[in-house]
């Protein structure tokens, strides 16, 4: 196994060169930052500190669930998704069974299943997206699930509510479909694409959602899953008592209600990503068309512009752990961090494509 890889943090790149006011376009954060709202509860949870979170986040889960038009016994919070995710693996995975996921799928994935001794069946990608109906055919008698990114990183692709169902409709019921849907708030057809609206049907579905994206707050480490009571409950048995902390629960219970907030960033970010493909469209640049907050770009000796750009004080993403050996993942930043990112980007590719 290797190591997750981070998108190089900013004061890393900073200490290093000696520079300041580098800009990171690794990690598909909201570059607006939380909102006043959130801030103001951050606030006011640090003071009372001293005293262990409520570990099952109450007031929390009674919230979102009036929200996701659940019953809160059906949502489980984690220490961000990525904490969901291996806590899944960790509880249904074992020594010879297998996980299905997808070729160009989300590291974390194969981390998981082979963290938890299980054996990764990486079905390949068609244009990119997920195969799903290949991803169903892989499933045998030792496949106990399948990871599915709903939008894809770090491929930006999509599939439909309809794609979806059909998946489930295909894949046997004691096998979990696992759909993470970190991004999906920023589909144009947000909410519309959900698989939430399938989990009556499917005791055998989870959904994935994080604060960690369109919410801002990467920093708090907060990220659930939905699912049938039942699962929710083995999930609890293994799931560290304080796995979320007081300010998540207080800065997430703030940007739940935040509406305009969020919708603020998705209108920001069609119109960055939209900005951010035409500038490609302009150089010739090949990209993968995405439905996230984020692009990936086809430069192909993708190691030497990643180098190029980080002495630039640009920092993106490096794919090739996800085999994608000649693209880069740039996520969409703010204004003039796009202006900054597009300057350093004509003078290395200047250099490079020649
Ligand atoms: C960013 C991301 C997440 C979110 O991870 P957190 O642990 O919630 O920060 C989950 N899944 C995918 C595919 C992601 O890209």
Known sequence: MHPYEPGKPLETLERELGIRGAVKLASNENPRGPGEAVRAALAHGAADLSRYPDGSAFRFRERLAALQGVHPDQILLGNGSNDVLELIARVFLAPGTTGVIDQHAFVVYPLAIAGAGGQVRAVPSVAYGHDLPAMAAAVDDTTRL?????????????????????????????????VDEAYCEYHHEAPATTALSLLDRFPNLVVTRTFSKIYGLAALRLGYAVAAPELVSLLNRLRQPFNVNSLALAGGLAALDDVAYVAESRRLNAEGLAALEAAMRARGVPYIPSAGNFLTIEVGAAGAYYDALLREGVIVRPVAGYGLGAHLRVSVGLAEEMARFLESFDRVHGRLAA
């Open 146 to 178: 399948m990871f599915i990114a709903n939008p894809n990183n770090p491929t930006g692709t999509v599939a439909s509510l309809q794609e979806i169902e059909t998946l489930l409709e295909a894949v046997p019921s004691d096998v979990l479909v696992v």
